[in-house]
């Protein structure tokens, strides 16, 4: 145990190892039960007298804080207090840049706080079902790895990513029409870090980036910590309007197009084949790179299936994301980007000094799961659940939200939802958490947060059919409260 003594202090070393005991134990950083070193090795540690420390363990012995456990040791006692311990530090005069930080709060401390609030269905993640995935079968992928390639395994592994996942992921981007190459990937912790690798490279404080408007809220968030310049490509139906964007193009010179074709986040729609071209097309006139977030293009339920815009590229215009962290289970954290030129090679080094490598254990296993057709197996089971949760949730929206206008997306997780004007998403949000319900309300991804405020997203992915119709039932009586 590693304790701060002051030598030079006018107060007595074993009241300094009295008082930094004391305050662990009472924050709760030093936890009931948590063994405290033997006397004599303390003692040692600290270059002291073991007289010492027995003096500061007496001192906290007799006011209950600790006990001593007649040949196992000396432990931390449960606090008598009827309150939660602060885990907060108590100190109370933080340095001026730290009182400075920007403190979040309202919707994004209730959507994160959610979890803590029992009997709640929460419409508001990101993700699918996480008890779709079979867990038995990664855990023999797992086994396979750590037996097959041992302790190489547990090593950083490559910069650029596994070679044979590499080779995993061209096989499947072949066959939904994407040619590309093992040397062209670049294996990223998730696609959130595919989008702020990209970002970093080609962008600084001041540029202007497009995005559809609505757009995904992470990325959003990415955007502003940057600084940029965050200017909203309208949409319809069939996705962002691209006469809009040429005059967006002409009046803003931006440095990135950010775009996502496929269900896009938060709104489901899927960009028509027509529009892909032209996009394409105008982004190779006007000079401006392309970042394609393909995030859960696997998951369509209806209507014909689009190219992706990096299948139409003719290469080096598009910058194209995906991940397997929606299809599978979040805490994988892999993802991957694809990239032709010289833009790749600096995306690697980028990479290589962020973290060096993505979770080497976790790729070799990825690669063992995908390659002997498990994950085939699980997308199409995923696409046949979450379709008839789709299908339920509409029915519901269409039951108890009747004001309500809501879209039918042909793939994704989530459905966009426009309430009436007489209440707005926030105002929602408050009466639906006393129903036990939440959403992400529809400002968290919109540049300009004011156009969202009718707005909110509903994830129909994460629960049971039953889940919907309830969660779905308790937000019609909130709207009506």
Request: aromatic share 8%; proline share 5%.
């Amino acid at each position: 145990m590693r304790i701060p003594l002051d030598y030079q202090s006018s107060v007595p070393i074993y009241r300094q190892i009295e008082t930094y005991l004391r305050e662990g134990i009472l924050s709760g950083r030093l936890t009931p039960d948590t063994r405290l070193p033997a006397s004599r090795k303390l003692a040692q540690d600290l270059a002291i007298s073991r007289i010492t420390v027995e003096n500061a363990y007496a001192e906290l012995k007799a006011d209950g804080l600790i006990t001593a456990v007649s040949g196992s040791g000396t432990y931390v006692l449960p606090i008598c207090s009827t309150s939660e311990p602060d885990l907060e530090d108590s100190r109370t005069s933080w340095p001026l840049w730290q009182q400075s930080l920007p403190s979040k709060g309202g919707i994004e401390n209730r959507l994160s706080s959610s979890s803590q609030k029992t009997n709640l269905i929460s419409f508001a993640n990101g993700n699918g079902d996480p008890h779709l995935f079979p867990i038995s079968d990664f855990r023999h992928s797992l086994q396979t790895v750590i037996r097959r390639d041992g302790i190489t395994a547990l090593e950083y592994g490559d910069t650029q990513g596994f070679i044979r996942l590499r080779k995993t992921i061209t096989s499947i981007l072949a066959s939904q029409g994407l040619l590309t190459g093992p040397g062209q990937i670049l294996i990223t912790s998730g696609s959130q870090q595919a989008l702020g690798l990209v970002c970093q490279l080609l962008l600084k404080s001041g540029d202007v980036i497009l995005v559809e408007n609505p757009t995904y809220g992470g990325a959003l968030n990415l955007f502003r910590t940057m600084g940029l310049s965050i200017i909203g490509i309208p949409m319809d139906e069939d996705g962002m309007l691209i006469e809009k964007l040429e005059e967006l193009l002409q009046q803003f010179h931006p440095k990135l197009i950010y775009t996502m074709p496929n269900f896009q986040n938060p709104t489901g729609i899927c960009m028509d084949s027509w529009r892909r071209r032209q996009l394409l097309s105008l982004a190779d006139r006007y000079n401006v790179p392309l970042l394609e977030d393909d995030f859960v293009g696997d998951l369509r339920y209806d209507g014909r299936t689009q190219p992706a815009l990096k299948s139409l590229d003719p290469g080096g215009r598009v910058i194209y994301t995906s991940t397997f962290s929606k299809m599978l289970l979040p805490g994988l954290r892999v993802g991957f980007l694809v990239a032709e030129g010289p833009v790749y090679e600096k995306l690697v080094n980028q990479k290589k000094i962020h973290d060096l490598a993505t979770s080497n254990l976790m790729q070799r296993a990825l690669e063992d799961y995908i390659s002997i057709g498990r994950y085939q197996s699980h997308l199409r089971r995923s696409c046949l659940v979450y379709r008839k949760r789709r299908d339920v949730m509409l029915q519901a929206v269409k039951s108890h939200l009747p004001a309500a206008t809501v879209n039918s997306p042909q793939g994704g997780l989530f459905i966009w939802l426009r309430l009436p004007n007489s209440v707005t998403a926030e105002e929602l949000l408050a009466l639906a958490w006393t129903k036990g319900v939440s959403f992400t309300p529809g400002n968290m991804f919109f540049p300009n947060q004011a156009d969202g405020q009718y707005y909110l997203r509903l994830n129909f992915a994460s629960h049971s059919e039953e889940v919907i119709e309830e969660g779905i039932k308790r937000l019609g009586e909130a709207m009506n409260k």
